[in-house]
């Protein structure tokens, strides 16, 4: 920790002596007390491509791809009044599909071969928990 601070931060002399053990001389150290606050907001979106999630109980899961696109910055005040409201939602295996399609264009087959590799994980890991539980009887 450095002794020195910048415009934000605050340098504050503290008494540990009740924490150093009495063979130990007490001996003020300083410690570092801060505040933060922001002025404008970044805002990243990422593509969206087909996932393999296990947990995605019908149709094509959604994850994040690499690709993103930067968003101007802009003031933090304008977009706490504009930002869309925060709700989570689920979206059927229709739109899902949709979204991936249409606009992402990731092909039909791209998409069922996803669904095949989402079976195949959720099979793996039923053989996982079934083994787990028959050892588990052994012992």
Same mark, same amino acid.
């Not at 601070?5 to 008494?15: F, G, I, P, R």
């Not at 007490?26 to 990243?44: E, K």
């Not at 939602?89 to 998409?111: C, M, P, V, W, Y």
């Given at each position: 920790?450095?002794?020195?601070?910048?415009?934000?931060?605050?340098?504050?002399?503290?008494?540990?002596?009740?924490?150093?053990?009495?063979?130990?001389?007490?001996?003020? +150290?300083? %410690? #570092?007390?801060?505040?933060?606050?922001?002025?404008?907001? @970044?805002?990243? &979106?990422? *593509?969206?491509?087909?996932?393999?999630?296990?947990?995605?109980?019908?149709?094509?899961?959604?994850?994040?791809?690499?690709?993103?696109?930067?968003?101007?910055?802009?003031?933090?005040?304008?977009?706490?009044?504009?930002?869309?409201?925060?709700?989570?939602?689920?979206?059927?295996? +229709?739109? %899902? #599909?949709?979204?991936?399609?249409?606009?992402?264009?990731? @092909?039909?087959? &791209?998409? *069922?071969?996803?669904?095949?590799?989402?079976?195949?994980?959720?099979?793996?890991?039923?053989?996982?928990?079934?083994?787990?539980?028959?050892?588990?009887?052994?012992?």
């Amino acid at each position: 920790m450095s002794p020195y601070a910048d415009n934000n931060d605050k340098l504050v002399l503290a008494d540990l002596s009740d924490e150093i053990p009495s063979s130990s001389s007490s001996v003020p +150290t300083l %410690r #570092r007390s801060t505040s933060v606050s922001f002025s404008s907001v @970044s805002v990243r &979106e990422y *593509d969206r491509v087909v996932g393999d999630h296990p947990d995605c109980r019908v149709g094509p899961p959604l994850a994040m791809g690499w690709g993103f696109f930067d968003k101007p910055e802009i003031d933090i005040d304008v977009y706490e009044i504009t930002k869309a409201p925060k709700r989570r939602r689920k979206l059927t295996a +229709t739109q %899902r #599909r949709k979204i991936l399609n249409e606009h992402f264009g990731i @092909s039909e087959d &791209e998409i *069922d071969a996803s669904l095949q590799e989402v079976q195949r994980i959720k099979e793996s890991r039923l053989q996982s928990k079934q083994q787990n539980k028959r050892s588990e009887k052994v012992q």
